[in-house]
């Protein structure tokens, strides 16, 4: 079944996925570049349009989870051989030890209870590599001038990486490693803006009525004066557990 082009999944495809970011960004600071055996067992909690299931089936036996149907029609939709399952990351429909590996890149911060969803994903597979910001190192730009609530909602919701680190250790896992992987994200002005637009982070569906309207209309006056390209630093912070 094809992506519908006005669906939520097109729309996360189109401003937070591209494959060759996944590539050259994301897969080699998960540590999932190289090393993973074929057919290895790999649960991708939160897999969302599946932009990294997609590219680790080709080796790998993938089940990618999410609730959102939405995004899994999008997953479904790109003709992997990955298999796309609706479900919560509070409880598996997976027997213990089901998995090799475990991937929950930038979701935890999503659910009620991490520790809870730290617990349940120990209990599926051997190890984890969790990818999350740290809300203590994360770097400010215009976003934040623009929409002055969007650092502290994040706050709010992601968590503090020792805390991170405390839940894995409860949940059993005895080796915890934290990686940060910084980059540079470049792209046009018009595509920034585009991004903004269509609400690029959840955060910005959080900020206090009007304030991503005034937002968005001081960025657009605003960016273009200050050149065609937009840039900023973005740090994502990779949690690996094992036993
Ligand atoms: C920011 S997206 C990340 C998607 C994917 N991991 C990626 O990096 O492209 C977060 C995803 O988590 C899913 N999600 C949020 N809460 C969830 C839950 N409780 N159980 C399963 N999936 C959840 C959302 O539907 C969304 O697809």
Redesign the pocket.
């Known amino acids: 079944m094809a992506v519908n082009p006005s669906g939520p999944a097109a729309a996360?495809d189109r401003v937070?996925?591209s494959p060759r970011e996944v590539r050259e960004f994301?897969l080699p600071a998960a540590g999932l570049e190289t090393g993973l055996e074929p057919g290895t067992r790999i649960l991708?909690?939160?897999?969302?349009?599946?932009?990294?299931s997609v590219p680790l089936a080709a080796r790998c036996s993938v089940v990618g989870?999410?609730?959102?149907r939405e995004?899994l029609e999008g997953a479904r939709g790109k003709g992997s051989p990955a298999a796309f399952v609706l479900?919560?990351?509070?409880r598996f429909p997976f027997r213990d030890r089901t998995f090799d590996v475990a991937?929950?890149?930038?979701?935890l911060h999503?659910?009620?209870d991490f520790r809870a969803?730290v617990r349940e994903i120990a209990r599926c597979a051997v190890r984890v590599v969790i990818?999350t910001i740290d809300m203590e190192a994360r770097t400010k730009h215009a976003i934040d001038e623009a929409f002055p609530s969007f650092h502290g909602i994040d706050e709010a919701r992601f968590p503090r990486i020792p805390a991170l680190i405390d839940a894995c250790r409860d949940a059993g896992w005895t080796r915890v490693e934290v990686r940060p992987a910084h980059r540079r994200v470049e792209s046009s002005t018009p595509e920034f803006l585009d991004r903004v637009r269509s609400r690029y982070?959840?955060t910005l569906a959080l900020l206090p009525p009007g304030e991503f309207e005034r937002g968005l209309a001081w960025l657009e006056g605003e960016l273009p004066r200050r050149g065609e390209r937009y840039a900023y630093d973005h740090t994502v912070t990779f949690v690996a557990a094992s036993r």
């Open positions: 996360y937070r996925s994301w991708d909690v939160g897999c969302g349009t599946g932009r990294l989870l999410d609730r959102s995004m479900g919560d990351a509070g991937l929950a890149v930038m979701v999503l659910l009620p969803g990818a982070v959840s």
